[in-house]
Every structure is written in C-alpha cells, then in structure tokens.
C-alpha cells in the first residue's frame, strides 16, 4: 500500500500521544510538522559510528529548520574489526536482519512519518536500507563518513587491516616487534569507517549511487566539517520528502540497483555488496536473482574506472577527493539510468550534472571511461563444477597473474583451522586452500576469511596461494580469493565432496571455479555425506542458520 503520512500528532485521536510527547519537553510547535525518527546506531564499540552523536544533531537542526519534529531512538551495531578472528564474526551477518527489523519495529510502532538513518559500518548500512525498503516510508541514509589514513607502511597508508598483513610479516620474520606494536599506535589515526575500500565505505558509495543518500555524501571523511553540513540539510530533505509523499519504493527500484551495481563494478567494490544488493531488492519486493543475473552480465560492461585500497594504494580520503561516487557516475553515466529518483528529490543525472569538484581530477584514482583501469571485471561472478549457483572474485583486487590459477587443494572445515596451518607455514606455493562449513547455514552466519587472506599476504605468499571459500571476505582483501560458494557445504554443495590434492581451478576471463573432478565422483563422494551439526550456541543464531538463504539469494532469512 502506498505511504501517506498521516501525520499523527494534528489529528484528534493522537491526543494522548501529544500528552506523552509533552511529558518529555516537547511544545506544541515542535509536535506541528511530522514525526521524523533518527534510526543512531552510536555506540562506542565501532569506530565508524563513534562520530554518529555530533552528527545526530546536525541533523536534528536540519529536521527543526524545515519544520518537522526529531525524535532520536538506538539501533544496534556491530563492529567486524572488533569481531573478526573469533566466533563473534558469525554474528556480524545475522546482525543485518536484526537491525532491519528493528527499524521496522520502531518506525512501525511509534507511527513515524519519515526516518534518517544514521550508520556507517559493514552490515549496519545494507540492514538499514533493507528496513527502509521493507517499511517504504520516506527515508535518507547518513553515514558518518570514513576514518583518515595512517603512516605509512609497505607502500600505503596504513589501516587496521594492516595489523593482520604485519602479523604475518613478523611470522615470516621480515619485521620485528617493535615495528608491529608502533603500527598499532599509528594506524587508526581518527575514528570512521575503516580508510580503506571495504563493505563499510563501499555501501556508503553504493547508497548513495542507489539515490538513498545525498549526492556527495557517502565518502566525506568522518572528521570533515562537510560531514556535519550534510548532515543538517539530510535533516531538511527528509521533511521535504515526506512532504512531497517520496517513500523509500520511489527510490529504491530495479533501475536504481542497476545504477548501484554499476558503481559497485566501476569501482571495485566489496564482494559482499553482491550479496547486500539482491537482499536489499528482496526486501523492496524486487527478485534478487534477477539482480544477481544483472550484475553478472555488467560486469562484461563496466569498466573499472577507480582503484582505492585494496586495489590500490590511494585511501578513502583520496577517493573523496578525486569527486567520488559522482565523479565515478560521470564517467560511466551512459550505463545509469539518469531518470532514477533520488532523495534529494532530483533525478540523478541532474545531481550528476550539478557535480563540480573542488579538489580536482586526480587520475591516479579515478580514470576516464575511455582509458579505464581495466575494460571489464572490477567484480566477477563465477560458476562452475564447486559453484553451480554461483560464487563471487574480486579482479579488481588480484594480480593479472592470478586470473588463471591451478592448483592442490588443502581443505579445512573452519576458518581456524586454515589460519592455524597457515601461521604454522604448513601451506604450500602453488595450494588452493579450501575453507568450507563456513556459509550462511553452516558457520552459522557466513564469516569473513579475512585473516586468511591477509596472513598469506605478509608472509609473502599472495600471489602464490589462492583460497576458496562458501563464507565471505572482507572488503580489505587482495589476492586470488573465490567467496560465497552456492550452494554451501553445509546444504550439500560439491565444495563438501572436495579432499586434499583434488586440483581445482579459478580462471577469471571463463568465470569458472571448479574442480577436476567428474559429475558422477562429485555425487558418489556426496552419497554417505552427512551435514555437521553447526557449532552455534541456542538463540539467535539457531534461528539465523534454520532460515538464512543462500548467499546468491542475498543470505537473508527467508520463511
């Protein structure tokens, strides 16, 4: 049903509602316009949101300013830096059906006639906008924006991902003690979402391309004064949009995710934004495997016209300054669809017309589409004999070198173990390492294999070592990774028949991932198979991995 605010405090049967209101301070002049909700998922565990108070208020004034009333609640938000490593990251994904429907709840108990929410951090930012779908009332993502860049180390600024890189360095004996614990001092010089160009930082991007968020207002670092100013006029718009009857529908549609795949591919984005996109579909009533399918055939399409850490060494910052997310849809603007609504009430090739960037061109960062990083692949989905639903690589991130890769599998059934034998340099050059029972279902809660990645990095083993995998990978990660394997060992996917030294290939240009082995081996290994029981403790986590869906399908919870 369409939205129409009903703006609940002018209309008689409110009456003890306006009482209750005033029980907190509230005036009549405060409770004449409509009720604006600030979703703040502040708290002082994640460093991206460490900032979102400040900002809450800027926006606040912006709600005041165009006469409508604020009204601030909390919303979870976990912190996958703090998480990783440990059985807390089988939370982070769950997390994002958990903060969808609390922004569901609230909105929907309390009657609120718009929202603005406030998040910046990996899961935090897709759930929001999933909610925001679900409800279709009218609403503004306003991230904090993301955290500057660190001294320097091995060849880029550093961030926390560093560490990890630094830890397998000192393993391999290439840095000492002291160089490992200065870093810790000196890479995280300011709060925000992590400077490099992960999920956080590329769901900002992507919500902006989408026309959830300001034009220009995704990358804007956490410590800028612009950050604040477009949280206030965030505050205006809002009252503006639910004025104007704009839900979150109008926004988010089958065109407006096309435009946000297209940056997504433009510029190299997370793997897990995939997954974000088709769950953010699902809940705006779209098809997410039409969405899938749109992705994969742009991705032969859109050229990769930025390169931000993990692809590069240029940092957040300098992505921000380089223009950015419109700088980026200028280049590619013959691939969007420039009608598409967005919720500055503009359309978005006018936003991108309106563009002009103060800072200047900066080619080391964002090209031409006409001399572009790469014609193709910033992403890459894959299928093949392991992966008959799909997977996904990242190109944009790997060496040429690796886009062809044969090699012995070592085969773990956790991601403890994996790192396990890597640290203890039990990986041989040339090895595929295989990590499974680690998707939706069965991790519960798909992991990110973060760690792996970048300990064979600093023990210098990245472009010798290729890992596979039906959990995730951070948005930091480089090399030759395969993610998101569909179906999942735990469902009975062919990545549980796999064993060690069974040869598998990846070869980016044929999209394939897959094993040498035959149909008839695959199904005669699967006949006594039998699902391990998940290691996950009674409660939510339970219920996720009953209901969560494939990671082709967005892995959200499906009834």
């Known amino acids: 049903m369409k939205y129409k605010s009903t703006r609940q405090l002018e209309n008689m049967n409110f009456k003890e509602a306006r009482a209750l209101y005033k029980s907190m301070g509230c005036s009549d002049a405060d409770l ?34 165009a006469g409508g009333a604020a009204v601030e609640f909390g919303m979870i938000g976990a912190c996958d830096g703090l998480a990783s490593g440990h059985g807390g990251m089988k939370y982070i994904l769950p997390s994002r059906e958990l903060i969808a429907s609390d922004l569901e709840s ?23 906008l999933m909610g925001a779908a679900r409800l279709d009332i009218p609403a ?10 660190g001294v320097e180390f091995d060849g880029r600024k550093s961030d926390s991902t560093s560490l990890s890189e630094a830890v397998g360095m000192f393993e ?5 003690e002291d160089e490992l614990n200065r870093l810790e001092e000196t890479s995280c010089p300011s709060c925000g979402s992590c400077s490099f160009y992960g999920t956080a930082n590329s769901m900002g991007a992507l919500a902006e391309a989408m026309g959830m968020s300001l034009p220009g207002s995704a990358l804007i670092p956490a410590v800028y004064a612009e950050r604040l100013r477009s949280s206030e006029e965030a505050g205006r718009r809002i009252v503006e949009l639910v004025n104007k009857n704009i839900t979150a529908r109008s926004v988010i549609t089958e065109a407006s995710l096309e435009n946000a795949a297209v940056v997504m591919l433009a510029t190299g984005a997370s793997t897990n934004c995939v ?28 050229p990769l016209v930025a390169k931000v850490n993990p692809a590069a060494q240029y940092d957040m910052e300098a992505f921000y300054r380089a223009g950015g997310v419109r700088q980026v849809m200028r280049e590619v603007r013959s691939l969007l669809h420039l009608d ?3 919720v500055n009430g503009r359309a978005l090739g006018e936003n991108i017309d309106d563009f002009r960037n103060p800072y200047g061109a ?5 090209r031409s589409v006409d001399e572009p990083f790469s014609r193709e692949k910033g992403l890459c989905l894959l299928r093949g004999n392991l992966a008959p639903e799909g997977a996904v690589a990242k190109p944009a991130a790997m060496d040429p070198s690796m886009f062809c890769f044969t090699g012995p599998a070592r085969v773990f059934d956790s991601e403890e173990e994996a790192n396990r034998a890597i640290l203890a340099k039990e990986i041989a050059p040339g090895s595929v390492v295989v990590v499974r029972y680690e998707g939706p279902k069965g991790g519960p809660g798909m992991r990110e294999m973060f760690h792996a990645m970048k300990f064979l990095y600093g023990m210098g083993l990245a472009k010798k070592v290729a890992l596979i995998t039906d959990g995730r990978f951070s ?14 060992a735990a469902e009975g996917g062919p990545l549980a028949a796999l064993r060690d030294g069974d040869m598998i290939t990846i070869d980016i240009n044929k999209k394939e991932v897959s094993a040498d082995l035959s149909g008839e081996e695959i199904a005669s290994r699967l006949k006594d198979w039998r699902a391990p029981v998940p290691d996950a403790p009674d409660g939510w986590l339970k219920i996720y991995a009953k209901l969560a869906a494939s990671a082709t399908d967005g892995a959200m919870m499906k009834i």
């Open 32 to 65: 004449k316009g409509p009720v604006i909700g600030i979703a703040n998922s502040w708290n002082e565990l994640v460093t991206g949101h460490f900032n979102l108070r400040q900002v809450a208020e800027f926006v606040k004034k912006g709600i005041y300013r």
């Open 106 to 128: 609230m909105a929907r108990a309390h009657n609120l006639d718009g929202l603005v929410m406030l998040g910046s951090c990996d899961k935090i930012v897709p759930g929001m």
């Open 140 to 149: 503004i993502m306003a991230v904090g924006g993301p955290m500057l860049g």
């Open 172 to 176: 391999a004996g290439t840095i000492g």
């Open 275 to 302: 997954m974000h996109l088709c769950a953010i579909a699902y809940e705006a009533g779209l098809d997410p495997k039409k969405i899938f399918a749109v992705i994969d055939a742009l991705s032969e399409r859109v």
């Open 340 to 342: 598409a609504v967005t």
């Open 362 to 366: 900066d080619l080391n960062v964002i």
């Open 475 to 488: 948005g930091t990660n480089n090399g030759c990774y395969v993610g998101h394997i569909s179906p999942e």
